[in-house]
């Protein structure tokens, strides 16, 4: 026999005692625990960034993984018996599922499950925060991934600079961080870093953590989200470590804006904690959103008549990175300052999502009908609608006094755009009402 010939039918044995040997090893691999490269458990986390839905229910082959989690709630890591899992994730008590999917868990690997979007339009994103091989930073240096889990911003750019660095002559450390997208890791220097996000390809700040300690040899992880914003971003500063700490990293920012539903009086001034904010509001009119600090500050409104004396005031929360109205209603001499907080967020697809106020200065508690059917009931003074939800189209839409069919105001061609959120304000009195029509998002 030829040399060749032997050569060729040794290796055709061995070939097919490696094939033998497949069915022995995928039988060691796996285990009794289902493990994957061997029989460690995988370590799993959650965070519950889905604005408007709620809290979440997460199980892992049958198991409960998390429970009842908050929104804004961060699980930290649980182990799970390695291979492939059937994830799913449930409104928490009820049957209705947002994700079911079958995912392959390493041994030793650990990963996030960040649950984002809305009610109307739930999203999942898996993070692998390490594998088995996974090497910490050297001394001195930390590791950051950026995810984009905000439902209201297609992308935007990080940057961590020394606190206080002004942005203007600087790059980004992460381009255009797209919807449900991560960036790849960065290593970065060890140290205090004020973090900030910008529209991309801007220097508009719509997410300010303020000065963040960044230890060395660690890996973190920020995911931006929604709080129902229509352009501001707050954050969760998420640690890849044995335990899979994460916290909430509040913005410093908020926005808010004025709207002027009082009659006969004149045209306004907002101030915020004695600075001005919004000059010269007429009577049936509305600013745009302008940023403010977050946290309680002092709001009063004067008439561009009557410099420095106060026709109403009030102390509004200005929650991290959320939108806020304050309306300015009633009759000369009692006017008063209402704060509503806003929720500017895509609804159902191919639906927009009104909310209607009764601003009106002399009425009691209205109906409103759209189409002449009646979609909230018996709104009180200063008061507002939940989000009312209506596909894009053309409405007729009427305030009647409450409980019966006489009508306080009628508005027809009333345009409603997909995708869209707005406000309706009845304002007025004396038999002289009208409306502000406004798009919030």
């Known amino acids: 026999m030829s040399l060749t010939r032997l050569a060729q039918l040794l290796t055709v044995q061995r070939t097919a005692f490696a094939l033998l040997l497949v069915p022995v090893l995928l039988v060691a691999c796996t285990g009794s625990s289902g493990g994957f490269f061997g029989t460690s458990p ?15 229910d997460v199980v892992v082959y049958q198991s409960a993984l998390v429970t009842n989690l908050p929104f804004e ?63 910490p930073p050297d001394g001195g240096q930390f590791r950051l991934r950026v995810m984009n889990a905000a439902a209201s911003t297609a992308g935007f750019d990080v940057y961590l600079t020394q606190p206080g660095v002004s942005l203007a002559a ?15 890791f960065a290593t970065l220097t060890a140290t205090t870093l004020q973090v900030r996000f910008t529209l991309p390809n801007s220097k508009q700040v719509i997410y300010d953590a303020g000065p963040v300690t960044f230890k060395e040899r660690t890996n973190y992880e920020i995911v931006g989200y929604t709080r129902g914003s229509t352009t501001l971003v707050n954050g969760a500063l998420l640690v890849n470590d044995s335990v899979g700490d994460g916290s909430v990293a509040n913005s410093l920012l908020a926005q808010f804006k004025v709207v002027h539903a009082a009659p006969g009086t004149a045209a306004v001034n907002a101030f915020v904690d004695g600075a001005l904010a919004f000059a010269n509001v007429p009577y049936q009119n509305t600013s745009i959103y302008g940023g403010v ?53 895509p609804g159902t697809i191919g639906s927009a999502r009104v909310r209607y106020v009764n601003a009106a200065s002399d009425l009691g508690a209205v109906d409103v009908l759209v189409n002449f059917a009646k979609k909230v009931s018996a709104l009180g003074t200063n008061a507002a609608s939940g989000y009312v939800e209506a596909i894009e189209d053309i409405y007729t839409i009427s305030f009647d006094v409450a409980g019966t069919a006489t009508e306080i105001l009628s508005v027809p061609s009333v345009s409603l755009t997909a995708g869209r959120t707005y406000t309706m304000y ?7 009402y009208g409306t502000i029509f406004t798009r919030d998002d």
């Open 42 to 56: 995988a370590h799993v986390r959650v965070f519950n960034a889905m604005v408007g839905g709620g809290a979440i």
């Open 73 to 135: 709630g961060i699980a930290s890591y649980q182990n799970v018996d390695a291979g492939s899992r059937e994830i799913k994730i449930n409104i928490a008590g009820s049957t209705t599922t947002i994700y079911d999917a079958t995912t392959l868990l390493v041994d030793s690997a650990s990963y996030t499950f960040v649950v984002y979007g809305t009610a109307a339009a739930p999203q999942v994103h898996l993070l692998t925060d390490a594998l088995v091989q996974t090497t």
């Open 170 to 184: 600087i790059s980004p450390n992460f381009s255009n961080v797209t919807i449900g997208s991560a960036s790849v």
């Open 293 to 345: 600090a977050s946290g309680s500050r002092t709001v009063t409104v004067e008439t561009v008549t009557s410099p420095g004396a106060v026709i109403a005031s009030a102390r509004p929360p200005f929650t991290p990175a959320t939108d806020t109205s304050i309306v300015v209603t009633g009759l000369p001499g009692a006017q008063t300052a209402v704060v509503l907080a806003d929720t500017n967020l």
């Open 426 to 432: 009845l304002v007025g009195a004396n038999g002289q």
